[in-house]
């Protein structure tokens, strides 16, 4: 074959799709992006057209590989990494979507999973997720019972689901298969043999026969039309996961966004959580156990200050916070709680609202932009907590990617808050990494995970500074300004 | 009525305390800027309460000494938040770093120095610490000649006359602008000095307390001019000057163990929309690895160019 030889990514994300090539060093050759529309019919309701989505899937494949002057003969193997738990269902025969693709945020699901109550337990016991919105069987159950004819379409095989993993490879190489990451998704899939449970099927009423074949995260499901093989499938933040190298038991990533997701290794037995975790497959590669991964959320945090622009005005990018909260030396007493709509992990409080506690005359909007980074930190704080005490471990270091580690303050406040050295990666783009990563070692492109960890380099560290009295004071101090949000709500 | 080149004195007398107020790290009180002036005190106190009113000055509440106001650093076409730049950045900076295998810096002018606004470990897991916030000496590091070769000011500007060279700061004659260097000359130790994390107030509260390369070696005092650092270190105004020609003339700019023995730094401008220097970047590392019998890699110079023009392309998005 001519020239080097590369791996490249598809980031199929919530806003955008984006195709991003590798070398065999874990480097960026080349990067292409394209958004997508946001369909929104109903208040609560997000949708995206899964055919427009095919699409600019095909169109960033092609400017990232031949736009770049690369040939696809160049290519060893192409890795998928994509939005969780969104639901397409599509017709077997003509290969159209039957529906637009429900998105992860959609709430219309939330009558049906009030009536699922009864089964809470089964859920968490089997398949690792408490009962929520979210996951795909209720979306794909919605969709049964809300459309003519599709039940009994599904039922004889014609109508398929799949996540978006599942529908770009079927569009892909033609064959029904999803990974276990993303089926750990569904609600529908027992975490222990990774396998459909039939208990969960009947609980949410979906057939088996629309259910699309699980598969390891790393093996090779097919190839395309241009013989490239398609390698391997993670969800997102599993493929954050994977690509800062979090190989080993213990190991954790943050990704920080308009929100964030903490994901620790817990090696190859699920963890049940006690503290309002959720527990998920980190990554399976070819006949290996799956590793299993426990799992906390934080709805606000990235969005945190852009309200402070966007709402408050106080600053006019959201670099700035860090100028505005370096214009003072702590918060002056100030602790912003931003439950905007309740608190998550490991609260899960939904009746909780945002407070601003410990206001004096003293407080300037220094000392609030210090507030909203500190309200990131122990945030994290509260998340890693639980994780330790879920998974009997001690988290020793925190890997840090996402837009926000640009931001030098939280990464020392966050350093600070956690008593352990926050590192940001070389790479920051993860998310993609850690999907070519997984197809490159599906087709023998690189060896094994040791030398993924060779390609893993530090960029930046940050070491803990504050003392333990004040880690504890601040702490405690947190903890009162929680108390104060709870209770808010009244539904 | 006044004529074509008479000027207005008040202004020029505003000017000149702003001139003074940014040129040191210090804020200045009353009796200082009047003797610094060579004006009495109740002259000074109406043009400081003008530029107090206006937002370009600000008083200490405890102290009751004057800096510089907020509202004067964003006017400056050549302002841009630190942490701004850092963050369109980030993504080249790292991109640079694997190219290059080195550690890549990005440097803005600040009080006299360089001042570390972004860091990027080199890539080979050796023990590094992070060193934002760090205040490097300008005539003797890459970031700080690209930063003086491209000053706004055509001056050397105000913001880079060391502290002690406030007197010809205040005169209002403007250096020629083909020999910018004489505006930094210092005496001797002022660019040590400058290293010392504590002289880098826009050091970030809780970072570590970063030291710069070459702080250790402290600067040598020279017999007149800048401070030596290594025998190779530029320490006369007409030689400096001479280097920023170069600089100017090829677009980037290099030290060769000129503030640490055995490191070689290259940088090369960043710039914002309208074309104005607001930051450099650079690589700095071994000089077994970058350089060439005496002269810099032209394989990194090329990395360290492109990603300064890939930033540049950015700001003016």
Redesign the interface.
Known sequence: MPGPHYVAAIDQGTTSSRCMVFDQ?G??VSVAQREHRQIFPRPGWVEHDAAEIWEAVQGVVAEAVTGSGIDFGQLVALGITNQRETTVLWDRHTGRPVANAIVWQDTRTDALVRTLAGHEQLFRERAGLPLATYFAGPKIRWLLDETPGLRERAERGDVLFGTVDSWLIWRLTGRHVTDVTNASRTMLMNLRTLSWDDELLAALGVPRAMLPEIRPSAEVYGTTGDGVPVAAALGDQQAALFGQTCFGPGETKSTYGSGSFLLMNTGTEPVASKHGLLTTVGYQIGDAPATYALEGSIAVTGSLVQWLRDNLGLIS???????LA?TV??NGGCYFVPAFSGLFAPHWRSDARGVIAGLTGFVTKGHIARAVLEATAWQTREVVDAMNADAGLALTSLRADG?M?????LM??LA?VLAVPVVRP???ETTCLGAAYAAGLATGYWPDTDSLRANW???????P??GQDVRDREYRNWRKAIDRSLDWSTP | MWGVGETIQSVERAAGILRLLASGPRELGVAELARAMGLPKGTLHGILRTLVHVGFVEQDAATGRYRLGGTLLHLGSSYLDVNVLRTRSLNWTDALAGRSRESVWIGTAHEGGVLVVHHVFRPDDSMQVLQVGTLLPAHATALGKVLLAYDPYGDAGAAFHAPSATQSAASPGTPSATAPGAALSATPGTAASATAPEAAPGATPGMPSATAPGATAGGEPAVEGLAAFTPRTLTRADDLAKELELVRGRGWACDVEELVEGEVSIAAPIRDARGVTVGAIGVRGAVERLAEGGEPSITIVSYVRDAARAITRDLSR
């Open positions: 060093a480097r960026i990018s959201a670099a700035e916070i860090e100028t370096g030396e702590d837009g580690t640009a931001n030098n303050l020392q406040i600070d070389m790479v920051s380099h530090k960029a930046a560290e940050w070491r500074k504050i």
